[in-house]
């Protein structure tokens, strides 16, 4: 055996005849050891309660050796020696190096304790000894515990007994350290009492008994410890389920957080919604679920959130049914662990989402198709479309349309009056409703003859002094593409039309201004005579084109 250095309490050795390469890993890992080991004595003989059993003359000896099993020890005053393999070629080795002398220190302070006790409680070669030896390493050096490349597969330890029929090895202790299903159930346990009780590791070791189930007495006061344990498990990782944790420690528990309800689904389609848990899942987390009317709508039986998640997603279904309909509103639960979450899925009928028109501008006479489309076709008979023209003296469609089944949409012929006068561009909007949904489009008419159309006239001033003039302006409803002639006339008040004798004795205007072809208005001249001093009259002015407009003058004196 040669020595690669000590400590005040360790002597760090690897075994003689070693090979290149193991006798490298092991120098390596000595050293490793060297800067850790002190402080995690400190902190184990904390947690064991006890202390001094170690010095400069009583050295224990840490020997890296490859005829040891993955670690093990001698006892407390057996020589005090620890075996360690050599990890030769691991690139964590060092890590790994420092979970087993964890393990094995833990094993020799059990029998120091019960020797300075005088109390036989945790016994290194049994199963409630290895559990805990085994929440030690993993508590003090969880990146080498975890480690399955160096750890011979193992990693996780619990899993055996977790996909087991979970014997009792609380209650009982197995008289053997090697059993991964007993010391597994042991491991398990003493997490239980520490992350779901909230006793601390020392409180766990220094009031032991001499099984599980004493130890959880001692701290608590009740008598059963296993069926707490055991029941509670039971709910959350059902016994028959395969289960692939990633950490001996399960606790705490997950709960259901929500149930989220899905959009609206159309009878005869699926959608997606989500499950959530209130913390990520250390193994999988399997969910019940269930529908009210599982003839209308239908979820798996189970789902599940996958390690390391806190959410999983849930595929609704739902059956074609006659329609019409209104929508009906069906619950489905999520069930774990005894909690139950409702949500509420809404079924509808096919919905109008949008229509569409070709062409969207039309002549007065001419005809365009409206094309309604549904969100989804229907799987369950036709859709009878309601259709509703907004402005029926430009446009006319049917009362309803039939939309055939598993169609997305159908089309309607909208036709338009053969109107032979000038009018204002139209703008009919064609509506599609369908089971409270619906949808619009909007058709221009335009008109066949195209003439500008008089929107008003105006003069400025309204009042005039005799001999002066007013400026008049004519605007037509909106431009065209050729000229616009609009008739002028001035006659005496009261006059409607321009007739031979009717003209106005003291106003006068062109016959005619012309607003230009893409123009929108024009002015003109109004002349007017002089009056006597103190005295008025008042003159019409007369503007045509199509429409016929008037506007008062009033000359003074």
């Keep these: 055996m040669a020595n690669v250095t000590q400590t005040t309490n360790f002597s ?39 202390s001094g059993g170690f010095g400069p003359t009583n050295r224990v000896t840490i020997v890296i050796d490859t005829i040891a099993g993955l670690g093990d020890n001698f006892g407390y005053r057996g020589d005090n020696k620890i075996n360690i393999v050599p990890f030769t070629g691991a690139s964590d080795g060092d890590a790994a190096t420092r979970a087993v002398f964890v393990a094995e220190m833990a094993e020799i302070l059990m029998d120091y304790r019960n020797q300075k006790t005088g109390v036989t409680t945790w016994v290194a070669g049994n199963s409630m000894g290895e559990a805990l030896s085994t929440v030690c390493e993993a508590t003090l050096h969880p990146e080498g515990y975890y480690t399955a490349t160096v750890n011979g597969g193992y990693g996780v330890r619990i899993d055996q007994w977790l996909n087991s029929p979970r014997a009792d090895w609380v209650n009982h202790n197995e008289n053997t350290d090697r059993n991964f299903v007993s010391f597994g159930c042991g491991i398990l346990f003493i997490y239980y009492l520490q992350s779901q009780l909230g006793f601390s590791l020392h409180d766990i070791i220094t009031k032991a008994g001499n099984t599980l189930a004493k130890t959880y007495t001692n701290l608590t006061g009740n008598a059963d ?16 389920t395969p ?39 250390k193994a999988e ?24 998640s806190m959410v999983t997603s849930v595929l609704v279904q739902t059956t074609a049914i006659p329609l019409p309909f209104s929508p009906k509103f069906v619950n489905i639960h999520a069930s774990y662990a005894g909690k139950s979450l409702p949500t509420s899925v809404e079924v509808v009928p096919p919905a109008v989402s949008k229509v569409v028109l070709s062409p969207d501008t039309v002549v007065s006479g001419d005809s365009s198709i409206a094309i309604v489309t549904l969100d989804h076709p229907s799987k369950s008979g036709p859709v009878l479309v309601d259709l509703m023209s907004a402005a029926p003296g430009f446009a006319t469609v049917p009362a309803q349309l039939t939309i055939p089944e598993n169609h997305p949409s159908w089309f309607v012929i909208i036709s338009t009056p053969q109107i032979q006068v000038p009018f204002i561009t139209a703008h009919a909007e064609i509506w599609a409703s369908y089971s409270g949904t619906s949808a619009y489009a909007t058709l221009t008419v335009e008109p066949k003859i195209i003439a500008g159309i008089l929107h008003s006239l105006s003069v400025l001033p309204a009042t005039v002094q005799g001999g002066s003039v007013s400026h008049g302006t004519v605007i037509l409803v909106q ?9 002028l006339a001035a006659v005496e008040p009261g006059t409607h039309f321009p007739l031979p004798g009717s003209e106005s004795s003291v106003a006068t205007v062109p016959p005619s201004v012309t607003i230009p072809a893409g123009q929108i208005s ?11 001093p103190s005295t008025s009259r ?20």
């Excluded at 410890?225 to 028959?240: A, K, M, R």
């Excluded at 431009?479 to 008739?487: F, H, L, N, R, Y």
């Design 12 to 50: 760090y050795n690897y075994a003689d005849g070693l090979n290149a390469a193991d006798k490298a890993a092991a120098i390596a890992h000595a050293n490793a050891l060297a800067a850790t080991c002190e402080d995690d004595l400190v902190v184990l003989e904390s947690m064991f309660g006890v």
């Design 225 to 240: 410890g296993w069926t707490p344990f055991i029941t509670s498990l039971n709910s959350h990782f059902p016994v028959g």
């Design 243 to 281: 289960f692939n944790p990633v950490s001996d420690n399960l606790y705490p528990f997950p709960n259901l957080a929500t149930f989220y309800s899905p959009n609206k689904i159309t009878c005869g389609y699926s959608s997606m919604t989500l499950i959530s848990i209130d913390k990520p899942a």
């Design 285 to 308: 987390v399997i969910i019940q679920l269930a529908s009210d009317d599982p003839a209308l709508v239908t979820v798996p039986f189970t789902v599940t959130i996958p390690i390391g």
């Design 479 to 487: 431009a065209v593409p050729t000229d616009t002639v609009v008739g």
């Design 522 to 532: 024009a002015g003109f001249l109004i002349t007017t005579k002089r009056l006597l």
């Design 538 to 557: 008042k003159a019409t002015i007369i503007a045509g084109a199509v429409v016929t407009k008037y506007v008062e003058l009033t000359v003074t004196g």
